[in-house]
């Protein structure tokens, strides 16, 4: 089956402690993407990526950072940085960046910081 | 201004009935429009993409578009209880960045 997964499905950490959310495509995929949602907000953008081995900050990157090592993976690192990091992280994939490529979204991973 | 706007809801509707979704956009470049559903706790499903003027229609849904006002909307028509969900308008701008709207949350009625 072809899909997006994320893990963990709920995460739970102390403050000060960095995180690392998973994300995986076998969509073939070139391009990938992390967004937080809090409640009653609209989708934010955390990063992009549009190819292997680069990427680019969305509107909210402070206290986040990713890497693109793999066309398939593109795993986030929430770091003690983020001031507010409690929120529902989606991860999301496209067959490419143009007008015309839809979004794909994972299940999402729950994080919570206490 | 908001690069993409919705009215929050909750939007409540008997069964059967059309139910319509709306929603603005303040980028004129924009030209792509995507309709996803998300129900309470999961992620966002797209449902519908649309990039001309005009109607499309999928089963049961419809979106419409209309760039010179700046305008897209979706009709649910024979609304179920199982439509019940949050509804993101999502808009390509100039830029081909995805901007998501805060979502309508739909009530179908039994």
């Known amino acids: 089956d072809g899909g997006i997964t994320q893990s963990p499905k709920y995460l739970f950490r102390k403050e000060g402690q960095n995180v690392t959310l998973s994300c995986e495509q076998n969509?073939?995929?070139?391009?990938m993407y992390w967004y937080r949602q809090d409640p009653g907000q609209g989708l934010r953008l955390i990063y992009y990526?549009?190819?292997?081995?680069?990427?680019q900050k969305g509107d909210i990157a402070e206290g986040y950072s990713v890497s693109r090592e793999k066309k398939e993976s593109f795993p986030l690192t929430v770091t003690s940085a983020q001031k507010n990091p409690t929120a529902f992280y989606l991860c999301a994939s496209s067959r490419g960046s143009g007008d015309i490529y839809e979004q794909y979204f994972g299940p999402g991973t729950r994080l919570t910081v206490t | 201004q908001k690069e993409v706007e919705q009215n929050s809801g909750p939007l409540s509707v008997p069964e059967g009935a059309i139910a319509s979704l709306n929603c603005t956009y303040s980028?004129?470049?924009?030209?792509?429009f995507f309709w996803y559903r998300q129900y309470s706790g999961k992620s966002p499903e797209l449902i519908m993409s649309i990039y001309s003027n005009g109607d499309k229609e999928d089963g049961r849904f419809t979106a419409q578009l209309n760039k010179a006002s700046q305008y897209v909307s979706l009709l649910i028509r024979d609304s179920q209880p199982s439509d019940s969900a949050t509804y993101l308008c999502?808009?390509?701008?100039?830029?081909?960045?995805?901007?998501f709207g805060a979502g309508t949350r739909l009530t179908v009625k039994p």
């Open positions: 969509l073939n995929h070139d391009a």
């Open positions: 999502a808009v390509k701008n100039n830029n081909n960045d995805m901007r």
């Open positions: 990526s549009q190819i292997v081995n680069d990427f």
């Open positions: 980028d004129r470049g924009s030209q792509s």
